[in-house]
C-alpha cells in the first residue's frame, strides 16, 4: 500500500471536517449493524426476517456510500481528506461487470426497485433483473461475491 498522506484534523476545511464526523458516524452504524446481523445468523441458525431486514439496511448505506463515487458518499470524502488510497480499493469492486451493468449499477436496480419504491412488484424486479442479464445464476453469483467483498472493505474502513 502506498505510504498514507492523510490531512491532520487542522488542515482539513470545516467541510470536510463535518462530512469525516458524519463517516465516522456512519461507518460506526453500519458495523454495529453488520455484527448484530452476525450475532442472529449464528443464534438462529436459518434465515429470518431480521436479517432479509438488515440486508436490505446494507443495500441502502452501500447506495449512501457508493452510488455516486465522484459526487457524494465515502469515496469524494475519502479524496477530500488526503485518503485516496482507501477510495482506490472500492473503485474495482464498484465497475465490476455484472451482467450488462457494473456492480454499483446493480446495486442501485436492487435498492430502487425492490427495497425504496415498493410500487414495484416481484414481478417488475425480476423484469429488470432480465433487461440487464442479472438472472442468470452467475450473474446473481457475481452480484452477491461483489457485495460481500465490498462489505468486507468497508467494515476495514473503521480501523482507520
Not at 454499483?104 to 419504491?117: G, Q
Amino acid at each position: 500500500m502506498s505510504e498514507k498522506t492523510w490531512k491532520a484534523w487542522g488542515e482539513l476545511t470545516d467541510e470536510d471536517q463535518e462530512n469525516l464526523v458524519w463517516l465516522i458516524d456512519s461507518l460506526r452504524r453500519y458495523d454495529a449493524g453488520r455484527r448484530l446481523a452476525q450475532e442472529i445468523r449464528s443464534e438462529a441458525g436459518r434465515v429470518d426476517f431480521r436479517l432479509e431486514f438488515l440486508t436490505d439496511c446494507t443495500h441502502v448505506y452501500f447506495y449512501a456510500y457508493y452510488a455516486h463515487p465522484e459526487k457524494s458518499g465515502i469515496l469524494p470524502i475519502f479524496r477530500s481528506i488526503g485518503c485516496a488510497d482507501l477510495a482506490e480499493r472500492i473503485a474495482p469492486i464498484l465497475a465490476r461487470p455484472i451482467g450488462a451493468v457494473t456492480f454499483i449499477e446493480a446495486l442501485c436496480v436492487h435498492r430502487a426497485r425492490l427495497i425504496t419504491h415498493q410500487r414495484f412488484s416481484f414481478g417488475d424486479f425480476q423484469a429488470e433483473l432480465e433487461r440487464h442479464h442479472l438472472h442468470t445464476p452467475e450473474n446473481l453469483q457475481r452480484y452477491w461475491d461483489s457485495l460481500r467483498d465490498i462489505q468486507n472493505q468497508t467494515c476495514g474502513f473503521r480501523k482507520f
